[in-house]
């Protein structure tokens, strides 16, 4: 692992391409001192996992509900067969409090996500000037990156 990573390369692939596929090795290490430089550069950073994701959009950017886990027997009455909808904030809102700084949401487990998951990272990329939106892919021997469009047509097109 080299001990200067400056981040630079990264950071112009990041504002050229807004949405990033990254490969990194398994010991770790590289997120970190990514993040480090990204937040130098003035970026708000918000890391987490891509597990358990279900619609990106709606998930990490909007209110919405979800039901709570069924606990056994319950009452039969309005609520009892499915439990009542409790709204819940978007997981990424704490990214949006600023509106003049640029963002960068750092999603780890990447591999878990569908084609049409990824296609919504890059759309949501699109439609919001300074969101930008890293997903780790899976291991590698050595860094590497690559735009988001570019892995999907590698990995799902063929």
Same mark, same amino acid.
């Given at each position: 692992?080299p001990?200067l990573?400056?981040?630079?390369?990264?950071?112009n692939?990041?504002?050229?391409? @807004?949405?990033?596929?990254?490969? !990194?090795?398994?010991? %770790?290490?590289? #997120?970190?001192? /990514? $993040?480090?430089?990204?937040?130098?550069k003035g970026? @708000?950073?918000f890391?987490?996992? !891509?597990?358990?994701? %279900?619609?990106? #959009?709606?998930? /990490? $950017?909007?209110?919405?509900?979800?039901?709570?886990p069924?606990?056994g027997?319950?009452?039969?009455?309005?609520? %009892?067969?499915?439990?009542?909808?409790?709204?819940?904030?978007?997981q990424?809102?704490?990214?949006?409090?600023?509106?003049?700084?640029?963002?960068?949401?750092?999603l780890?487990?990447?591999?878990v996500?569908?084609?049409?998951e990824?296609e919504?990272?890059i759309?949501i990329?699109?439609?919001?000037?300074?969101?930008?939106?890293?997903v780790?892919m899976g291991?590698?021997?050595?860094?590497e990156?690559?735009p988001?469009?570019?892995?999907i047509?590698?990995?799902?097109?063929?």
């Amino acid at each position: 692992m080299p001990l200067l990573l400056s981040g630079k390369k990264f950071h112009n692939d990041l504002k050229t391409n @807004k949405c990033l596929a990254i490969f !990194a090795p398994l010991e %770790g290490g590289y #997120e970190t001192r /990514l $993040l480090r430089r990204m937040r130098a550069k003035g970026f @708000k950073t918000f890391i987490t996992s !891509a597990r358990g994701l %279900g619609d990106p #959009e709606v998930f /990490l $950017l909007k209110l919405h509900g979800v039901r709570p886990p069924h606990l056994g027997h319950q009452s039969v009455g309005r609520n %009892g067969a499915l439990g009542e909808v409790q709204q819940v904030i978007p997981q990424a809102s704490e990214l949006f409090n600023e509106n003049d700084k640029n963002k960068l949401l750092w999603l780890l487990e990447g591999q878990v996500l569908s084609q049409s998951e990824l296609e919504s990272l890059i759309e949501i990329c699109t439609n919001d000037n300074k969101l930008t939106i890293v997903v780790e892919m899976g291991g590698s021997r050595k860094l590497e990156w690559k735009p988001l469009s570019n892995y999907i047509l590698d990995e799902f097109e063929s």
